[in-house]
């Protein structure tokens, strides 16, 4: 199992950055994917999250409206499109794949714990 985190950076505030997560060595459609980010002095926070099979999605509430999660099932591949970005938006953005999502206890992107496989991180820096 890979998940391979890219497209962060650093952007001025207002801007945009748009977030890939190639995943591979497990069936994509049976997962969910999350974006998750530890911004300093905070713990690891989920963002948003989707199921891949309906296409179902999940948001941090403080972030919906300015992040929006998808995915292209053809190319194994979850995007996080970031707008409006803040200086307090700067930190590690991590992808990670519930592998058995249909058989989460509390349903798919409930729960941190059932994300089985991580990403290595993209770093996202907003300027003021």
């Known amino acids: 199992v890979q998940l391979q985190a890219s497209g962060g950076g650093l952007v001025q505030a207002g801007g945009s950055l748009k977030l890939s997560c190639v995943a591979s060595?497990?069936?994509?459609?049976?997962?969910?994917i999350g974006w998750f980010r530890r911004v300093p002095g905070k713990d690891r926070r989920g963002a948003a999250c989707i199921e891949i099979s309906n296409g179902r999605t999940f948001y941090f509430p403080s972030l919906k409206g300015r992040f929006t999660i998808s995915s292209d099932d053809a190319k194994n591949t979850v995007y996080l499109q970031m707008d409006s970005l803040t200086p307090e938006d700067t930190g590690t953005y991590y992808c990670?794949?519930?592998?058995?999502?249909?058989?989460?206890?509390?349903?798919?992107?409930?729960?941190?714990?059932?994300?089985?496989?991580w990403g290595q991180g993209t770093l996202v820096t907003v300027s003021s």
């Open positions: 060595g497990f069936t994509f459609d049976d997962s969910s």
């Open positions: 990670a794949a519930d592998l058995n999502t249909q058989g989460s206890k509390y349903g798919p992107c409930q729960d941190i714990s059932d994300f089985d496989s």
